[in-house]
């Protein structure tokens, strides 16, 4: 919900003729991304349908950054272990969210079947950590005596989507996209693609820098990324 709204003056507008600023101020951080990306969309959707419109001079940006956003990953064999040691032994990869800043758990554990665990980490790049540790059967469950077992993750939603956009870089050798290209990649993930994309990729400014007026996003180093050893934060 908007709780105000001002039209300012724009200093150093980016189009001759258009130099008025509106500020709109949400309730909450989330609430601002998903007006954000509304409007875009709108927008785009606007300028590509009706003749003799054009909006290219319209831009929507957030004031205060992206709302924070999990990084999550399904990880299967966990085989014994309670809530708490599973929280310790996802601790030590990096931090794990929380339902008050996220608005996701840490972890939710399945019961049926092979025993499974969703974990929603801080950063993407712990998330990470956590499949090349399964990858490379180094996350062993199983604190009774006996066999125990290899963990085995998949990436989920924003994780996905974050190496869905590396390996897009890494396909095409280019070091920018547009954000239509990055949605698309979105929607090409269906019932899987994150609610907030363009969110996910600002949550990564280890990996990518987001140009709001280009409405471009390019790779922090320059170089094309690899998916198997992201840069560090």
Partial sequence: SVQEVSLVEDKYPVHDGYNLMAYLGYASPADASKARNDMSRA??????????????HVTVNLK???APVPFTIWVSNIVDEDFNELK????????????????????????QGDRSVIVNFVR?????????????R????GKFAGERMYASAQPYSTTRYVLSLIDQFDKSQ??????????AVSLSMREHAPPRWLDVVACCPS???????????????GQPPDANNPEPA
């Fill in 43 to 56: 927008i785009d959707e606007v300028t590509e349908n009706f003749y003799g419109i054009d909006l290219n």
């Fill in 64 to 66: 205060e950054g992206p």
């Fill in 88 to 111: 310790e032994i996802f601790e030590r990869f990096g931090k794990l969210c929380s339902l008050a800043t996220h608005g996701k758990p840490a972890m939710k554990i399945f019961e």
């Fill in 124 to 136: 993407f790049e712990d998330a990470k950590a956590v499949l090349d540790a399964c990858e490379n």
């Fill in 138 to 141: 180094s996350l062993l469950f």
């Fill in 174 to 183: 280019q070091f920018t996209m547009t954000w239509k290209e990055a949605e």
């Fill in 207 to 221: 990996l990518f820098r987001v140009d709001a007026q280009g409405q471009t996003i390019a790779l922090s180093d």
